[in-house]
């Protein structure tokens, strides 16, 4: 087992309390029904309440816990070079509205934040691209001219305001940070003081359509007129996602640091490998949250060693102390880095809507999604349809399958603490052995697609290197697509 320091989880999750809402029961209707309490769920949800509509959100394990909430929560439209790379690859318009949408979404969380109250740690903070390269100086510099074209400020400077030697920097003033999980939990007070209804540990495992759309959880049934699934990876969608997307995860690290100011600032390198920063707190104090690089889900047999390699990372270049925390995020790409988000198919399914492939900038670009998907339910127009239309085309080769990175030849080859697949026939089990020495076993085929799975040493969780699911060490499931758990195996 590799010993990594550190507790297990988000800092920002660890910090929002708990939620204590009821798990759905029995035979319910409502106008709407969102599937996914992340921020493009709730933020659709409470739009949609304000409005004065029926909705129901039903999440599958807590409010805030999920992907929203173990993100970086850089509340900004600088998104590295974003900008340079729609232009030269689709067009200055559809750059434009790109900045437009993520600059409204980052508008409505703060005027949120003040009009509910929502005590969310939200502090202004500049945000800077930096590179660490003279090429990378050169990309920063046109993405400068980049963003100028689309209408957003930006600076170019000689260095980023960092502990370590830097070739240059992007700068976009007065954007902002905050801690995810509260602000959900917030946003869940205030959807449910509206008049909406929520639900967790309430998992979709049935999307269908008779009269209405009805989404069925172990519990109980919504019956609505629309269905809103949010929920990272679409855990269904009339027009197929999984392969229009690829899932990656990054590492992230909270480390302990001094009541001064360790940076001022939310950063990202452009250099590879990628690192990005910002500040945080938990119950005990300030800390540094550090990422690494992204890695395909399921695809590396030893995430743990990008851990101590990301803590080597910054404690060479950064003045931090003890781990705090520590986890794994995960997200999806898309070819062209613009989500997908709206109706994939109005005619055969109406009043179907989806929200995917944030490309780790899923705050922003979420609500921007969530308001999109509000006003489409409620017939408004939005400017945004073009930009996030999820039935435009994309190359068939982007999406790359994976295979297991954890086969052994028997139990053991499976220390303590640590997973493998065991081939046996036809058959593949997933095998997990306990610090005690007594073992695990579920099916290793995931129940979206039947990949098999791969053991994460770092998370202990069994990760689908196909399309992203991820299901705790019992097999039940985490992160959809999936939304059954792995099955019980014998050895």
Same mark, same amino acid.
């Given at each position: 087992m590799v010993d990594l320091p550190g507790n297990r989880g988000s800092c920002w999750v660890a910090g929002a309390g708990?939620? *204590?809402?009821?798990?759905?029961?029995g035979s319910i209707h409502a106008? +709407?029904? =969102?599937?996914?309490? *992340?921020?493009? !769920?709730?933020?659709?949800?409470?739009?949609? &309440?304000?409005? *004065?509509?029926s909705v129901i959100l039903v999440e599958a394990l807590e409010i805030g816990g999920q992907v929203t909430g173990r993100s970086t929560a850089k509340i900004t439209t600088q998104h590295a070079l974003i900008y340079r790379h729609l232009i030269?690859?689709?067009? %200055?318009?559809?750059?434009?509205?790109?900045?437009e949408a993520n600059s409204a979404g980052a508008a409505l969380i703060k005027d949120w934040v003040r009009d509910y109250a929502i005590a969310c740690d939200l502090e202004p903070k500049d945000a800077y691209t930096y590179a660490t390269s003279a090429e990378a100086r050169e990309a920063i510099a046109a993405e400068a001219e980049a963003a100028r074209q689309v209408g957003l400020e930006a600076q170019v400077l000689d260095r980023a305001p960092l502990p370590f030697e830097t070739t240059g920097a992007l700068r976009f003033a007065d954007q902002a940070q905050f801690n995810p999980a509260k602000y959900l939990v917030g946003l869940a007070h205030a959807l449910v003081d509206r008049g909406g209804r929520l639900f967790e540990h309430s998992r979709a495992v049935l999307i269908g359509e008779a009269s209405q759309w009805r989404v069925v959880t172990a519990?109980?049934? =919504? @019956?609505?007129?629309? %269905? %809103? =699934?949010? +929920?990272?990876?679409t855990v269904k969608s009339p027009v197929g996602m999984a392969n229009r997307t690829q899932p990656r995860c990054h590492t992230a690290m909270a480390f302990r640091v001094g009541e001064s100011l360790v940076i001022d600032g939310m950063f990202i390198g452009i250099d590879d490998p990628t690192h990005s920063m910002r500040t945080g707190s938990d119950g005990r104090g300030p800390l540094l949250v550090v990422l690494g690089s992204k890695f395909n889900t399921g695809q590396d047999g030893n995430v743990a060693a990008r851990f101590i390699e990301l803590e080597e990372w910054a404690r060479q270049?950064?003045?931090? !102390?003890?781990?705090?925390?520590?986890?794994?995020?995960?997200?999806?790409?898309?070819?062209?880095?613009?989500?997908?988000? *709206?109706e994939p198919d109005p005619e055969k399914a109406p009043d179907f809507h989806i929200a995917t492939g944030f490309n780790a900038w899923g705050i922003s670009n979420g609500?921007?999604?969530?308001?999109?998907?509000?006003? +489409?339910?409620?017939?408004?127009?939005?400017?945004?349809?073009?930009?996030y239309d999820p039935t435009r085309p994309y190359p068939k080769e982007f999406h790359k399958n994976g295979d297991s990175q954890s086969i052994v030849g028997s139990t053991d080859d499976i220390r303590p603490g640590e997973g493998g697949v065991i081939l046996r026939g036809d058959e593949?089990?997933? %095998? &997990?052995?306990?610090?005690? !020495?007594?073992?695990?076993? =579920?099916?290793?085929?995931? +129940? @979206?697609k039947g990949c098999t799975v791969t053991w994460n040493n770092a998370d202990r969780t069994w990760?689908?290197?196909? @399309?992203?699911s991820i299901f705790a060490s019992d097999g039940s499931v985490i992160h959809g697509p999936a939304s059954k758990p792995l099955a019980p195996a014998e050895l």
């Open positions: 708990p939620t *204590g809402y009821a798990a759905l029961g106008e +709407t029904v =969102v599937v996914g309490g *992340g921020i493009v !769920g709730l933020t659709a949800a409470l739009r949609l &309440c304000e409005a *004065g509509r030269d690859t689709l067009d %200055v318009a559809t750059a434009r509205s790109y900045a519990g109980g049934t =919504v @019956h609505a007129e629309h %269905v %809103v =699934v949010a +929920t990272n990876m270049n950064l003045p931090v !102390g003890d781990v705090a925390w520590r986890w794994c995020n995960e997200d999806y790409d898309t070819a062209d880095r613009v989500p997908f988000v *709206g609500t921007a999604a969530g308001m999109m998907i509000a006003d +489409t339910i409620l017939g408004r127009d939005s400017p945004w349809r073009g930009l593949k089990i997933a %095998v &997990c052995r306990d610090s005690d !020495g007594s073992l695990n076993a =579920v099916s290793a085929s995931c +129940t @979206h990760d689908c290197p196909c @399309h992203g």
